[in-house]
């Protein structure tokens, strides 16, 4: 029996998890290591929305390759009666910028449905609303897919297709070869591995987030440029972001953030104003200039051991979920396992 370690239990590990998991049942064991487990995640603040953000210089094509697999497996999840038990919603959503070269025509245009530029009047009118001077946007319908719903689904998938957990730090890639037999490592820490790599490309983009009660909104309104807001609903609460400071490892809720968030939002939407307050939360994505999917043969003595490196999905990283664990899984056939590709579920 093959033995596979995947080192992070947020949505990018658990995604791969569940898909190494459920291939290679019965020729492959599979393991999860991991310090935090929702919802103690980065993803499990997050409200879910499939949409590519702050993910560096990553390139378009492998964008829309990942982010199309999640969305189709989003799509499934939603029509196939999961929807209320994670919390999987298609909304319209509004994207606009005030950036003065517009709104550049979108890669992940065809991914949404029924996407279409803004016209000068919609420009006009929503500019007028917000107290905004927009200068471009797209309209859609997309998916939101709760995180705090779509983790411990995750994870009881996993666990119920034969996989082991195991709650631990890990310090290096050498502990984890020194304590057990292992063919294959998967690295899915995130900003961890910033400290367990020391992968100085790694670093926090901090966001603070509000949630509010505020059931009669359905619709995503997110405002790009760099000073804007965004308003998105989940089931239960509606979100209302948001920033992202470079570098900055502050997880407190700061009040001037605070201000920015409520004032922003209420300036787009002022029955906000009414909406009352539920919660506000800090998570630190996993910033990199660019996300990093790839196989590394690393050298501990004289063996060499094949990682694949699944982490710094940036503002996107359960847009990009399920799809990096679908290349994972795939660079992990090119080792030469054999799996069985009926789904045992
Ligand atoms: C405010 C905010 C809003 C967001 N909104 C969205 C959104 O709407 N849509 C979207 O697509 N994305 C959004 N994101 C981004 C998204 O949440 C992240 O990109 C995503 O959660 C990253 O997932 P991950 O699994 O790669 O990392 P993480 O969720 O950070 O998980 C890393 C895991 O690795 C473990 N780990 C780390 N180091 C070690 C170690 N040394 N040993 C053992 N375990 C370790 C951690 O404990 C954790 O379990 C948002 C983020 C924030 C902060």
Redesign the pocket.
């Known amino acids: 029996m093959k033995e596979i370690v995947v080192?992070?239990?947020?949505?990018?590990?658990?995604c791969a998890a569940v898909q190494l998991a459920e291939y290679y049942y019965g020729v492959a064991s599979v393991t999860l290591?991991?310090?935090?487990?929702s919802p103690?995640?980065?993803?499990?603040?997050?409200?879910?929305?499939?949409?590519p953000?702050y993910c560096g210089k990553t390139p378009d094509h492998k964008i829309v390759k990942w982010s199309t697999a999640t969305h189709v497996f989003f799509h499934q999840l939603w029509q196939n009666g999961l929807a209320s038990r994670i919390g999987v919603s298609l909304q319209p959503c509004v994207r606009l910028t005030t950036d003065p070269d517009g709104y550049p025509e979108p890669s992940w245009k065809d991914i949404v449905y029924g996407c279409q530029k803004l016209s000068q009047t919609e420009l006009d009118r929503l500019s007028y609303e917000h107290g905004r001077s927009y200068t471009g946007g797209y309209h859609f319908a997309t998916f939101?897919c709760e995180?705090s719903g779509l983790l411990p689904y995750l994870f009881n998938r996993f666990v119920n297709v034969g996989g082991k957990f195991v709650q631990?730090?890990?310090?290096s890639i050498d502990s984890v070869l020194n304590n057990r037999k292992v063919d294959l490592i998967i690295n899915?820490?995130?900003?961890?591995?910033l400290?367990?790599l020391g992968d100085k490309e790694v670093l926090p983009?901090?966001?603070?987030?509000a949630r509010v009660f505020a059931p009669w909104i359905f619709e995503i309104t997110l405002d790009d440029s760099d000073d804007g807001n965004y308003i998105?609903p989940n089931s239960e609460t509606v979100?209302l972001?948001?920033?992202h400071q470079m570098n900055d490892f502050n997880r407190n809720v700061s009040s001037t953030d605070s201000k920015f968030i409520f004032d922003g939002c209420e300036r787009m939407l002022p029955s906000l104003k009414k909406a009352p307050k539920v919660k506000e939360?800090?998570?630190?994505?996993?910033g990199r200039n660019t996300v990093r999917l790839e196989l590394e043969h690393y050298k501990a003595g004289k063996r060499t051991i094949p990682i694949i490196h699944?982490?710094?999905?940036?503002?996107?990283?359960?847009?990009?979920?399920w799809g990096c664990g679908t290349e994972v899984l795939h660079l992990s056939k090119g080792l030469g396992f054999h799996g069985d590709t009926k789904s045992k579920l």
Do not use: F
Request: charged share 10%.
């Open positions: 080192i992070g239990a947020g949505v990018n590990g658990l290591i991991s310090e935090d487990v103690a995640t980065t993803g499990d603040g997050s409200a879910g929305l499939w949409g953000y939101t995180p631990a730090k890990v310090q899915c820490t995130g900003l961890g591995s400290e367990m983009i901090r966001g603070q987030v998105i979100i972001g948001g920033t939360w800090v998570g630190l994505r996993p699944n982490y710094g999905h940036g503002g996107c990283g359960v847009t990009l979920c």
